[in-house]
């Protein structure tokens, strides 16, 4: 999310413009300051150690020269042993082959096989899932660098017992990071452990059948239990001897921030349960009778700028006016996310932390002087349970994103989208259509005056992945010269026009 949401600004190729460096960052979550892999906390203090013991024998070999002789060598250098990097020996580069041009040569923008390509680079497409699921199309397009955010897919076993579709639910969830990639990367891991455990503790000793309250309050449980491990444990961190790399690689993640949006298929009830927090979002569409797709919320978006949420902080906070402002917590964008310890601690740990652990300046102190200890928000999600439609009432299909789709379309245009799309799969209609002249939609801006949005005059039917259909669409549709310049600007200039988008759509169908 964009560091110009302050937090979140608002949220995962091609030649010399690969669209790795393209994607732009949304703006941040937060305004008051203006998939990755990282090394085990192990790893890295090994690797330290090892590093510090190789320099230690270098620095001794070079006082007491490289004499064998008896009494010739420390003791230092005589029990570690020199360690030697491999480092490649080149020749001196040439740089007459620079040329005398007065010239710049600039790096060429995105053609249009490479906005494909750059769109597909992360998609997928995964058939013969468990009962009830007939297909479901996901992607992603970074603007962060980074990208902030993540996502996961995939069945397990059924926390319930057996089922006629061979014990295993469905899970899909996205994650949008700010302030960062660390704690969306983390979630990619850690979240279902915790909610696994914590349906199997739901689950009756009498056999009697699970109720709709207990998965969700499981749910919910599993969010703040696995939060609290990340952002309560940070003084027990600063005051344990573990290593110093070690404890700033576990207080990293609870610098970071992330909205998560959680869906869970059940195929033996046909029952989707979907945990939000912050301002991803699911959404259901259906085909009615007379042939209109429906859209139904599934989610609702936690925000500084959602009625219901601001009364719930200011009742929370009545003696803190302030505390919800410009559709803001203190500056924070979302009001429910996992992390954000800086919203979370007391002013005396945060002070510990940014003076001895590198931790962040935020809220601004400057900005917002009546600032007290909170926490002001939490990863407590609101939690739905949806019957998933029986396909003789018509077909159905989940949409699940993060912000960055839904900052240039809305639920209802998203759904109509991929309504229209799955119409022409159905009929065998060609996927490729003819192009529609660029020079019918009027001159290309992109900047304060327009970012990058869904226009229906626009929209494109090309792609053959659902989810890479409504990016395309959402970044300018059949105005090619509109989607060709949102990807010509990288990070960071980027981040003021489109934000990192993370789309899966789940295609429903009969039991198995």
Same mark, same amino acid.
Request: glycine share 8%; charged share 20%; aromatic share 8%.
């Given at each position: 999310?964009?560091?110009?949401?302050?937090?979140?600004?608002?949220?995962?190729?091609?030649?010399?413009?690969?669209?790795?460096?393209?994607?732009?960052?949304?703006?941040?979550?937060?305004?008051?300051?203006?998939?990755?892999?990282?090394?085990?906390?192990?790893?890295?203090?090994?690797?330290?150690?090892?590093?510090?013991?190789?320099?230690?024998?270098?620095?001794?070999?070079?006082?007491?020269?490289?004499?064998?002789?008896?009494?010739?060598?420390?003791?230092?250098?005589?029990?570690?042993?020199?360690?030697?990097?491999?480092?490649?020996?080149?020749?001196?580069?040439?740089?007459?082959?620079?040329?005398?041009?007065?010239?710049?040569?600039?790096?060429?923008?995105?053609?249009? $096989?490479?906005?494909?390509?750059?769109?597909?680079?992360?998609?997928?497409?995964?058939?013969?899932?468990?009962?009830?699921?007939?297909?479901?199309?996901?992607?992603?397009?970074?603007?962060?660098?980074?990208?902030?955010?993540?996502?996961?897919?995939?069945?397990?076993?059924?926390?319930?017992?057996?089922?006629?579709?061979?014990?295993?639910?469905?899970?899909?969830?996205?994650?949008?990071?700010?302030?960062?990639?660390?704690?969306?990367?983390?979630? /990619?891991?850690?979240?279902?452990?915790?909610?696994?455990?914590?349906?199997?503790?739901?689950?009756?000793?009498?056999?009697?059948?699970?109720?709709?309250?207990?998965?969700?309050?499981?749910?919910?449980?599993?969010?703040?239990?696995?939060?609290?491990?990340?952002?309560?444990?940070?003084?027990?961190?600063?005051?344990?001897?573990?290593?110093?790399? $070690?404890?700033?690689?576990?207080?990293?993640?609870?610098?970071?921030?992330?909205?998560?949006?959680?869906?869970?298929?059940?195929?033996?009830?046909?029952?989707?349960?979907?945990?939000?927090?912050?301002?991803?979002?699911?959404?259901?569409?259906?085909?009615?009778?007379?042939?209109?797709?429906?859209?139904?919320?599934?989610?609702?978006?936690?925000?500084?700028?959602?009625?219901?949420?601001?009364?719930?902080?200011?009742?929370?906070?009545?003696?803190?006016?302030?505390?919800?402002?410009?559709?803001?917590?203190?500056?924070?964008?979302?009001?429910?996310?996992?992390?954000?310890?800086?919203?979370?601690?007391?002013?005396?740990?945060? /002070?510990?932390?940014?003076?001895?652990?590198?931790?962040?300046?935020?809220?601004?102190?400057?900005?917002? /002087?009546?600032? /007290?200890?909170?926490?002001?928000?939490?990863?407590?999600?609101?939690?739905?349970?949806?019957?998933?439609?029986?396909?003789?009432?018509?077909?159905?299909?989940?949409?699940?994103?993060?912000?960055?789709?839904?900052?240039?379309?809305?639920?209802?245009?998203?759904?109509?989208?991929?309504?229209?799309?799955?119409?022409?799969?159905?009929?065998?209609?060609?996927?490729?259509?003819? $192009?529609?002249?660029?020079?019918?939609?009027?001159?290309?801006?992109?900047?304060?005056?327009?970012?990058?949005?869904?226009?229906?005059?626009?929209?494109?039917?090309?792609?053959?992945?659902?989810?890479?259909?409504?990016?395309?669409?959402?970044?300018?549709?059949?105005? $090619?010269?509109?989607?060709?310049?949102?990807?010509?600007?990288?990070?960071?200039?980027?981040?003021?026009?489109?934000?990192?988008?993370?789309?899966?759509?789940?295609?429903?169908?009969?039991?198995?």
């Amino acid at each position: 999310m964009l560091s110009q949401r302050l937090v979140r600004q608002r949220p995962r190729l091609v030649t010399v413009t690969r669209v790795h460096h393209h994607q732009p960052l949304p703006r941040p979550r937060f305004s008051s300051t203006e998939a990755q892999k990282t090394s085990s906390p192990s790893v890295v203090g090994a690797g330290v150690v090892s590093f510090a013991a190789g320099l230690g024998a270098g620095w001794a070999l070079y006082r007491n020269g490289t004499n064998d002789k008896k009494g010739g060598a420390s003791p230092a250098a005589a029990q570690s042993p020199l360690v030697t990097a491999s480092v490649t020996t080149t020749s001196t580069p040439d740089l007459n082959e620079l040329g005398l041009s007065d010239q710049i040569a600039y790096t060429t923008p995105p053609t249009s $096989e490479d906005v494909t390509q750059q769109l597909n680079e992360h998609a997928f497409t995964v058939r013969g899932a468990p009962g009830g699921v007939d297909r479901y199309d996901g992607a992603q397009l970074a603007s962060n660098s980074p990208c902030e955010d993540a996502f996961i897919h995939g069945s397990f076993s059924s926390p319930f017992g057996a089922t006629s579709s061979g014990g295993k639910w469905m899970a899909w969830a996205v994650f949008d990071g700010h302030c960062g990639w660390q704690l969306s990367n983390l979630l /990619k891991t850690q979240l279902m452990p915790f909610v696994r455990r914590s349906l199997a503790d739901a689950k009756p000793t009498d056999k009697s059948e699970v109720s709709e309250e207990a998965v969700q309050q499981a749910l919910k449980s599993s969010f703040t239990t696995l939060d609290d491990a990340l952002v309560k444990s940070a003084t027990a961190i600063i005051e344990s001897d573990l290593p110093f790399p $070690e404890k700033a690689r576990r207080l990293e993640p609870a610098y970071a921030g992330a909205c998560a949006l959680l869906t869970l298929f059940d195929p033996q009830a046909r029952k989707l349960h979907v945990a939000s927090t912050g301002d991803c979002r699911a959404v259901l569409g259906q085909k009615t009778a007379d042939g209109k797709w429906v859209a139904t919320a599934l989610s609702q978006d936690c925000t500084g700028a959602t009625p219901s949420e601001i009364e719930r902080i200011k009742a929370q906070f009545p003696d803190e006016p302030d505390v919800v402002q410009g559709g803001r917590v203190w500056g924070l964008q979302p009001s429910r996310t996992f992390g954000d310890g800086m919203w979370k601690w007391t002013a005396a740990l945060k /002070k510990n932390l940014r003076y001895h652990f590198n931790g962040l300046s935020l809220p601004s102190q400057t900005r917002y /002087k009546n600032y /007290k200890d909170g926490p002001y928000v939490t990863a407590e999600p609101l939690v739905t349970t949806t019957q998933v439609p029986d396909p003789k009432e018509g077909p159905s299909f989940l949409i699940l994103a993060t912000d960055g789709l839904w900052d240039t379309m809305s639920s209802e245009q998203a759904v109509d989208l991929v309504g229209k799309w799955y119409d022409r799969q159905q009929k065998g209609v060609s996927v490729v259509e003819p $192009e529609k002249q660029s020079q019918d939609f009027g001159p290309t801006i992109l900047g304060w005056k327009r970012q990058c949005k869904y226009e229906e005059r626009k929209a494109t039917f090309r792609d053959d992945n659902a989810a890479v259909h409504l990016m395309r669409n959402g970044l300018g549709g059949a105005d $090619e010269e509109m989607v060709r310049g949102a990807l010509a600007f990288r990070y960071p200039n980027s981040r003021d026009i489109r934000d990192d988008i993370t789309v899966q759509v789940v295609f429903f169908g009969p039991g198995r």
